[in-house]
């Protein structure tokens, strides 16, 4: 990147900021013109000057050009100007002022304007360009960075260079224009009032940036430590389990505090300076009125100025203070942005990036390749140096299924990462179909062959994005939208073209359909699910749809087709092997498998809502109808002894045991202010409670499920008044509330709950032995005869996977990225560690399906990097890797005999 600030903007903005400079070339002599006006008001009109008589009259608007010496001197009017007598004529010179004001006004409206939106797009420019490169960064360089401090640089660091891009080149000129226009115009009436002020401006411009170096330094300073900050709390958050399980948070407290402590006297230091120097500022600012009116009034006096040429010195000069300081601020941000650039700039210039020919995007489709892998005398190095791979050759021909075998960083996962570009050869060749590997372009690479590590990234999107991630390759399909939407998309798709960045519209349809071996998005569903099928997925993704909510808005009909079912599992579940399994929502019962709050409202929290269990409690009309119901002191009581029990239980419990788990609505994190609550709150002395324990209390006791956390605190009496208070609630509940909200109706399509609640109306009873597995394969049964299972698949598939996809289990996030390379059905299918989190059986399950379905896509070639040596069966060859090199070559028989030799011996 170009590493001065000055020299980027003008690459970028040169023909914007030529016209913006000469659009203020043409407003100075306009302020020229309201600066000299008020000295013709006072002098004329108000004085009388010219108006000695009751008759006289003046010219007002007398336009002339007054012609050079060469021309031939004299001048040419340009109008005559009309006859006032004195009170018309200070009308007309008082609405010319106001006329003057007003084009100064709109000057300074379109310039500011104009160089807003002119930092602005230099800033998501300068922004854009930045991630392109985080984007072309060899792969090296992510092991060296931290992805808090670049994203931090990306959003926060660059933000101060929006604001100055727009003024880089306009704010000095349009400044020094005004500060000169007012400059000549004050020696122009006083030379001697001209050179006070020049003196005290130069006293400005002199001393204060001087004395503003050191807060450039104590700047960088602060940057630079909000940056080790931010990255030091990243690591605290991925950390957290190492800094649970060695208590070691108070280290971490303490290296935080640390950090911040030096962040806070770099800004204590950095204050003081700061308004120093605004004191000195503003003493020499008002300085100077001192000396105009101790000065310039001893001339008006002595009659050497008139009245009118001193106040309009004095207006003139009220202007003049505010320009020179906005130059020397804008002199000190220069330095400071500069700084900020060159830190940004340093950060991202990294060497060997990928070139942008490479990731160039190719909406045509990508022919097959014809040919495998060949690697030629190939040596990988780490960081350190260290050779991963050492001399080493191997070819994969097209349709053959290798096997890779070796211990942990044997070679074997080095050279899967260098087939597909994840580690740059230190010498060597790489072939991949006929061609060099590092001439491929991405389009090539990213579509004809695909990678699936020991770690699967998914981002923080649905399962259907995350399965469609590998065929986002182009915006082949413009979704249509009303005409508004048609002209704002033109406009933005102009001020991207503006500000340098991608054309390729983000909310198209980016899924390479004819990748995945489908027409349109009805085929690719099936597609899903056969992929989803192969890798042992589907009922994973079933029984995440049968949990997910659902918006029937989306689909008019879709509200009632799960009451079909609805009303078909009633009947099912009425049958006697099913009656002791599901527990229906009636309003006349405690719903025992539902939560205190569950039944007290009888519905559940709408899913744009902030309803909680403590929201609740803090909600002054639900205390009330505690109250008037007598349900509050049994709840508070109830509150009490959860939280005396779980502090009984728990207390000594590390942070990530699995009892916290099952207890769910009890966070580790709480237990020290519940032990502090139940010190101030003793048992029996609920009558004092504060506020903020009775909250802590009811919540509680609202999250609390019998039969689930079993403590045997509600009784038969108390599960009456629940039900008694249900009326109350139905009829006196606050608009809020009632938005929050959505009630169980046996009739009605509830909004708030999972399908399962919805299909079943009602709860699984907890606790009966494989009583959930049972009612889940009578839902499915009761789905496909109604065919409404694809319903449920395609609620799964929307369920989202969490920030790198944490929401899935280790198994699940690398099915997924296992679906996502074969629906691509790429001509290479590289596999590194793949199943690692999988049983030998399953994964020797999956691996047959997967080269059946290889076997029928045609000649797809597989390198699998096995964690089970006793997989090598399933494939043509194996490749075997010890301390970098290849120590056996040969059909899974020979491998098979060889291992049986070294166990013989």
């Not at 491929?440 to 990213?446: K, M, R």
């Not at 109808?625 to 419990?653: K, N, P, Y």
Request: aromatic residues 8%; proline residues 4%; neutral net charge.
């Amino acid at each position: 990147m170009e590493p001065r600030l000055f020299r980027y903007i003008w690459q970028h903005t040169r023909r914007d900021q030529i016209w913006i400079l000469a659009v203020i070339l043409v407003s100075l002599p306009f302020y020229f013109m309201s600066l000299d006006l008020p000295k013709l008001i006072v002098n004329g009109p108000i004085q009388g000057r010219g108006f000695e008589t009751a008759t006289s009259t003046a010219r007002f608007l007398d336009l002339k050009l007054s012609l050079p010496e060469f021309a031939g001197g004299g001048s040419i009017t340009l109008f005559s100007g009309l006859e006032l007598e004195r009170l018309p004529y200070l009308v007309g010179l008082s609405l010319l002022f106001l006329a003057l004001v007003c084009v100064n006004g709109a000057f300074k409206l379109y310039i500011n304007t104009f160089k807003g939106r002119l930092g602005e797009r230099m800033l998501r420019r300068l922004r854009f360009d930045l991630v392109d490169r985080v984007l072309r960064f060899p792969m090296h360089q992510f092991r060296r960075i931290k992805s808090a401090e670049v994203a931090t640089m990306v959003k926060d660091e660059v933000e101060p260079l929006g604001g100055f891009i727009g003024d880089a080149y306009v704010q000095p000129v349009f400044l020094l224009g005004q500060a000169l226009t007012t400059m000549v115009f004050i020696m122009v009436q006083s030379v001697w009032l001209g050179l006070i002020a020049i003196g005290i401006v130069l006293v400005q411009t002199f001393f204060i940036p001087k004395l503003r170096k050191r807060l450039l330094e104590l700047g960088r300073r602060q940057q630079l430590t909000a940056r080790d900050l931010a990255g030091r709390v990243a690591e605290t958050v991925d950390g957290i389990a190492e800094i649970r399980v060695n208590d070691t948070s108070n280290y971490e407290r303490a290296d935080i505090s640390g950090r911040l402590g030096k962040i806070f006297f770099i800004r204590y230091e950095l204050y003081q300076r700061k308004f120093f120097i605004k004191f000195l500022n503003n003493f020499l600012a008002q300085l100077t009125p001192f000396l105009f009116f101790l000065i310039g009034g001893y001339y008006a006096i002595t009659g050497t100025l008139d009245i009118g040429q001193l106040v309009a010195v004095i207006a003139a000069y009220k202007d003049l203070p505010g320009p020179i300081k906005e130059l020397i601020d804008w002199d000190q941000q220069r330095q400071d942005v500069q700084i900020k650039y060159s830190q940004v700039v340093e950060q991202f210039a990294t060497e060997n990036l990928i070139s942008p020919a490479l990731q160039q995007p190719s909406k045509g489709p990508v022919t097959h390749l014809q040919d495998g892998v060949e690697v030629s005398s190939l040596t990988l190095v780490d960081e350190t140096g260290a050779k991963l791979v050492e001399s080493t050759d191997l070819k994969v021909a097209k349709g053959e299924r290798v096997a890779a075998l070796g211990e942990v960083n044997a070679g074997a996962e080095s050279v899967a990462e260098a087939i597909v570009r994840l580690i740059a050869p230190a010498s060597g060749r790489i072939r991949v179909g006929g061609r060099p590997l590092e001439e491929l372009p991405e389009s090539v690479t990213g579509r004809r062959i695909a990678y699936v590590g020991a770690e699967t990234y998914l981002k923080n999107i649905s399962l259907r994005e995350c399965l469609l991630y590998g065929l986002a390759r182009y915006p082949f399909v413009d979704r249509p939208g009303a005409a508004s939407e048609i002209k704002s998309k033109a406009f933005a798709r102009l001020e991207a073209r503006a500000s340098g960045n991608s054309l390729l519209e983000i909310n198209a349809d980016w899924t390479d359909y004819e990748a995945a071996g489908c027409k349109n998005a009805a085929e690719l569903d099936g597609r899903i699910l056969e992929v989803l099928k192969l890798v042992d997925l589907d009922e994973d993704v079933f029984e995440l749809g049968l949990r997910s909510r659902i918006d029937p808005s989306s689909e008019t009909d879709i509200a009632e087709r799960v009451l079909q079912v609805r009303r078909a599992m009633i009947r099912k579940m009425s049958q006697s092997e099913f009656t002791q399994l599901v527990e229906p929502f009636d309003p006349s019962c405690y719903a025992k498998q539902a939560t205190v709050a569950e039944n007290i409202i009888f519905g559940a929290a709408n899913v744009n809502s902030t309803l909680t269990a403590d929201s609740l409690a803090q909600n002054a009309w639900m205390r009330a109808l505690l109250w008037d119901t007598g349900l509050h002191q049994r709840l508070c009581d109830m509150g009490r002894q959860i939280a005396s029990t779980v502090i009984e239980l728990f207390s000594t419990l590390p942070p990530d045991h699995p009892f916290f788990d099952q207890m769910s609505f009890v966070k580790a994190d709480n237990l020290p202010a519940y032990q502090a609550m139940l010190s101030r709150v003793p048992s029996g002395a609920l009558d004092t409670i504060s506020p903020a324990d009775e909250v802590m209390v009811l919540g509680l006791a609202f999250a609390y499920v019998e039969p689930r956390y079993r403590l045997g605190l509600l009784d038969e009496e108390t599960r009456s008044l629940i039900v008694a208070a249900r009326e109350k609630v139905r009829t006196g509940l606050p608009e809020e509330l009632k938005k929050a909200i959505a009630f169980y109706d046996v009739d009605s399509y509830n909004t708030a709950s999972s399908l399962e609640d919805n299909m079943l109306f009602g709860r699984i009873v907890h606790g009966v032995a494989d009583g959930a597995r049972r009612v889940r394969q009578a839902i499915r049964d009761v789905l496909v005869e109604l065919n409404m299972r694809a319903v449920v698949f395609d609620a799964g598939l929307g369920f989202n996977a969490g920030p790198g996809g944490r929401r899935l289990s280790a198994a699940q996030r690398q099915k997924i990225g296992l679906a996502r390379a074969l629906l691509k059905r790429p001509d290479i299918l590289i596999a590194n560690r793949a199943l690692s989190s999988l049983s030998g059986r399953a994964q020797g399950v999956l691996l047959e399906r997967i080269l059946r379905a290889a076997k029928d896509l045609g000649d797809m070639a597989l390198f699998v990097v096995l964690s089970d040596p006793h997989l090598v069966n399933h494939f043509d060859r194996v490749v075997e890797f010890r301390d970098g090199r290849v120590v056996f070559d040969g059909s899974p028989q020979d491998y098979n005999e060889k291992q049986s030799k070294l166990v013989a011996a």
